[in-house]
């Protein structure tokens, strides 16, 4: 095994993991605020892909197409916050579980009822194809590699927005007392609203982001949902910072496994069943590392009291 | 007599009348629905008892469901092939009688539910919910690549197991024993949530403090709750593998996990026979939107939602009122 | 669930009473909704044609949707079996579904006829005399796409293909009839969608060649990222990830890669050019791989149905076995366990005009039958 792969397997996780975080943050974001579950997040990680693929069919552009991925997953997110979600911040988790994966029905089929059953097209643009060659001769995608910036300018400006905004400050009281912020004069739902979008938002953004890279699919999201969940189980729910070591722990987990398990077990096994039992543990990893995780620190690695 | 009483007994014989109106019209299929329905209230019931009575709401007991299954299907498939399960250090042979079935799932389903009650109990709410999904996954993710017993394929038996003095091919007698077992299930759970037992789990729920107070630990009374729950759904899992004749590691995906909480939250929360009505009016819609055009599922959902928003504590909040403080 | 479409209105008194009796009535289970169903509606739209241009009043079919979930699959062939009565089921698109039905649908005595999963183990010992396979066993085109790699001089090829039994199948079937070495092999996880682990692990491998099992969505991603990678080595895969409803998906990554099919658009007969042509009229949409297999399915029923009678179990299984019609690809036989001794193709993903698709470059296997019939004896 040669240092220069260790090193492109490395950025894969890297990659993997800030594309996690894009999905983590809003989730996260949502449940420390308002302390509602989403599972629908994951169909708005694929309205993002399937608007994306729309608008670039149409005018062939990628940048237009993020764009409409941003507004039509922020509009989406608009939409079921003021017709259903905000019935449900007074509720137990139960309602919020069943209610949102009713979203996840109607999203899915409604995208199939308008788009049809087949995957779409969405490619990445010309200019950021091909590959480029890192220090260390190490040859990655360059594509790959502007996922990993601008996953971590979105981190960096998240984190701006928290500490400097008003906006910003706002989410911060909503987390530590919400009765409060109300008393103080500000229009709770409208901050609701709008912390829904930005999740939303996000989750467009990644599905785009990523649906240039994989099939633009019906159902694309849930597992990613499932992921993003466990991301921001093991960072410790409502925290942003947690969200982010978590996302890069489970990416570099999942793909560092991959790679290293199957190589471990052949060192004991025979080749065939080291392949199909290094595999197995792999697919398992991340749970693993969740169970493990959860239990040292029931609340997660930077979760509070 | 309270509304309560009165929907219990309108949903049994509700169920009673749909499976024998079916035999006498000979529509095999319709009891084929009613005993799927009656074994998935099973589960449901078994969720019920650690999610309404203990709080602790598990996304994991497709774990137990699975087990269950696998439990059939792997007795089933080494009697099928006339192969022992184990050689050494003693011989364990396959086989096809229910009873011994339904013992092996509802021990295996209570044991893992021991290792992984423990494990998770460590935590609560939000994290609670997401250990037991991974417990899940992992369980899942190991069927999936475990090829001795099918892996992903699955594995068929190709007739379902005997009942001393039944023929269980027969739809409404495999119907009639499954919804004894359900009966029995309702019969033990009541009990056990009237028992002193039962108090003590809910007024753990409530306050930990109090219960602690009397001299109990509260970890112990969750984790039994959690082990009768794991077993009485680990009995449903072999029940719908020998419905289908088949099993497969979809028992085990958190898709199975969610459903059976849909039963629960449907039917109401922490109801004795909440989840009898949740799954009956699953699989009623369906069934009955199935029919109505390719995207049936835009309307289940809808439908799901209506009832989320508007009958709060499910249909039992709905019919019968909310939950009293005391019944 | 009441999908039920009647073939066509019965109609008509110009029905010779003698020859058509009894009629027939066919169960289809396939997957119409969810991430799947792409494939499934292919199978229905391909029979439902070839129903159609029978002009036959007398087969009925009814359809329903298995939602891809084996349990549904199982209740809805005990429903067509116990309630409706049928006579044939068919539709099934996955190896695991297939494996949870046709066992027990065979042993309460109907006839399945598979348009498309052929699982190994239906075609070695548990083969049964009501069971036909009209698509392939599933290792055939593997196999065809090992004895390519190696005609085309690959020497030293890295494979891979997801951990489950489907995959294993494909790469036990590519290795049968590769002669080369292997630079690696590598089972993903099922439903994996990234890729980039495994494709640093082909750059680093010395591989001449890659041979990849990845069908539906996983192939879509590998192919994108592969194709962004710079890992110039020549791909080679089953027609799975190529086929017309995923290529247009794939786009210019999938240009020029062979494929392995036993069906192609440009298959130059008489009944492909009509079905191709007819196809694209009605659902206005080139025929893929599976409306081919569930037009062929088909017309081999039509054929049994005009020799015999349905009632006539005997006599309708060997109007089965002579496969007398002329299919879609050609020449088509059934070997000694109901599977298909058929040609196996090389194709090359093209584009015309705005289209991807494909076309035939060789002849792959001639004749090709599998390896699992020695085991079966019925």
């Known amino acids: 095994m040669s240092l220069i792969l260790l090193a492109e397997q490395t950025l894969n996780g890297l990659q993997f993991g800030v594309m996690l975080f894009l999905m983590a943050a809003g989730l996260t974001l949502i449940f420390g605020v308002m302390g509602l579950i989403n599972l629908a997040h994951g169909s708005l990680y694929m309205v993002g892909a399937f608007a994306a693929a729309g608008m670039a069919a149409a005018t062939g552009s990628f940048m237009l197409a993020l764009i409409a991925s941003l507004v039509a997953a922020a509009i989406a997110g608009v939409l079921i916050e003021m017709t259903v979600i905000r019935r449900l911040y007074d509720r137990d988790h139960l309602d919020q579980v069943l209610a949102t994966f009713a979203l996840i029905l109607i999203f899915s089929e409604g995208t199939r009822w308008v788009f049809g059953s087949f995957p779409l097209f969405l490619d990445k643009p010309s200019f950021l194809s091909g590959t480029v060659t890192l220090p260390f001769n190490v040859e990655y995608s360059v594509y790959r590699l502007s996922l990993i910036v601008v996953g971590i300018l979105v981190a960096i400006g998240l984190f701006w927005m928290i500490a400097k905004t008003r906006i910003g400050i706002r989410i911060r009281a909503g987390e530590n007392d919400r009765e409060m912020i109300g008393a103080l004069g500000v229009d709770i739902s409208r901050l609701y609203t709008m912390v829904f979008a930005l999740g939303a938002a996000l989750a467009g953004l990644a599905g785009a982001l990523i649906g240039a890279i994989q099939s633009v699919q019906v159902g694309m999201g849930e597992p990613v949902l499932i992921l993003a969940f466990v991301v921001i189980v093991i960072g410790g729910i409502g925290s942003i910072k947690g969200a982010l070591i978590g996302a890069i722990l489970v990416g570099l987990t999942d793909t560092l496994g991959r790679f290293l398990l199957p190589q471990a077990f052949a060192l004991i096994l025979e080749p065939s069943q080291a392949t199909s039992v290094g595999s197995s543990l792999a697919s398992m990893s991340i749970y693993i590392l969740m169970a493990g995780i959860l239990l040292f620190r029931p609340k997660g690695l930077l979760g509070g009291a | ?327 | 669930m009441k999908l039920k479409q009647l073939a066509l209105a019965a109609c008509t008194a110009l029905v010779a009473a003698g020859a058509q009796a009894e009629g027939l009535k066919v169960g289809m289970i396939t997957t119409l909704s969810g991430g799947g169903a792409g494939l499934g509606i292919d199978v229905r739209d391909g029979f439902m044609l070839a129903i159609a241009q029978s002009g036959r009043t007398d087969i009925e079919v009814v359809i329903e949707d298995d939602q891809q979930k084996p349990d549904i699959a199982v209740q809805l062939a005990d429903r067509m079996i116990q309630s409706e009565k049928v006579d044939v089921l068919t539709g099934i698109i996955w190896s695991n579904l297939a494996m949870a039905v046709v066992p027990s649908a065979v042993a309460q005595g109907k006839f399945y006829l598979s348009p498309n999963a052929g699982p190994s183990a239906l075609a070695g010992e548990r083969c049964h005399p009501l069971y036909f396979n009209v698509a392939w066993q599933n290792d055939t085109l593997h196999e065809a796409a090992g004895a390519y790699a190696a005609s085309a001089g690959y020497k030293n090829a890295f494979i891979l293909a997801p951990n489950y039994p489907a995959g294993t199948d494909a790469l036990t079937g590519f290795k049968r009839l590769f002669t080369g070495n292997l630079a690696g092999e590598i089972y993903t996880k099922l439903g994996q969608t990234d890729y980039a682990g495994e494709i640093a692990q082909i750059r680093a491998s010395g591989a001449d060649s890659v041979y990849f099992f990845l069908p539906g969505g996983m192939g879509i991603s590998f192919l994108k990222q592969y194709a962004d990678s710079g890992v110039n080595l020549p791909v080679v895969g089953p027609a799975f990830s190529f086929d017309q409803g995923i290529l247009q998906a794939v786009g210019d990554a999938a240009l020029g890669v062979r494929n392995t099919a036993q069906w192609s658009k440009d298959l130059d007969n008489p009944v492909n050019a009509a079905f191709v042509e007819s196809f694209q009229a009605q659902y206005g949409r080139l025929p893929s791989l599976y409306a081919s297999q569930g037009f062929d399915t088909a017309l081999l029923l039509i054929s049994a149905l005009e020799s015999a009678d349905v009632g006539d179990q005997d006599a309708f299984r060997k109007a089965l076995e002579a496969a007398d019609f002329a299919s879609t690809r050609g020449d088509f036989a059934f070997g000694a366990n109901h599977h298909p001794i058929q040609d196996i193709y090389v194709r090359e993903v093209i584009k015309e005009g705005d289209i991807y698709t494909n076309k035939i470059v060789s002849l792959g296997l001639e004749d090709h039958g599998d390896v699992y019939a020695q085991n079966c004896k019925m």
């Open chain 2, 1 to 327: 007599m309270k509304k309560e009483t009165l929907l219990n007994a309108v949903l049994i014989a509700l169920f009673v009348g749909v499976a024998l109106a079916a035999w006498i019209m000979d529509e095999p299929y319709l009891i084929t629905l009613a005993t799927k329905a009656a074994i998935f209230a099973i589960a449901g019931v078994g969720l019920n008892f650690a999610l309404g009575f203990g709080g602790l709401v598990s996304f994991g007991h497709a774990v137990f469901f699975g087990l269950g299954g696998y439990a059939m299907g792997i007795l089933a498939f080494h009697a099928q092939t006339y192969t022992p399960i184990l050689e050494w250090p003693f011989a364990i042979n396959g086989t096809r009688s229910m009873p011994v079935i339904w013992c092996v799932a509802i021990v295996v389903s209570a044991v893992v539910a021991v290792g992984i009650g423990a494990l998770s109990l460590r935590t609560n709410g939000v994290y609670f919910i997401m250990i037991t999904l991974a417990f899940a996954q992992m369980f899942y993710y190991f069927a999936i690549s475990w090829p001795t017993y099918g892996g992903e394929d699955g594995l068929s038996i190709y007739v379902r197991n005997e009942f001393p003095g039944l023929n269980t091919m027969d739809p409404i007698q495999y119907f009639a024993i499954c919804f004894t077992l359900l009966l029995l299930v309702l019969f033990f759970v009541h009990r056990a949530a009237h028992s002193s037992f039962g108090l003590l789990l809910r007024a753990a729920r409530q306050n930990e403090e109090r219960v602690q107070a009397v001299g109990h630990t509260p970890f112990r009374l969750y984790l039994t709750a959690f082990v009768i729950s794991g077993a009485i759904t680990g009995l449903a899992g072999a029940l719908f593998a020998d419905l289908n004749r088949f099993v497969s590691p979809t028992l085990l995906s958190w898709h199975t996990s969610g459903e059976i909480m849909i039963f629960v939250i449907l039917g109401g929360v922490g109801r004795v026979f909440g989840p009898v009505a949740g799954a009956a009016l699953f699989i009623l819609l369906e069934y009955v939107l199935g029919g109505l055009s390719e995207f049936w599922q835009i309307y289940l959902g809808a439908i799901l939602l209506g009832v989320v928003l508007f009958a709060r504590g499910g249909l039992y909040g709905l019919i019968a009122g909310r939950e009293v403080a005391h019944d």
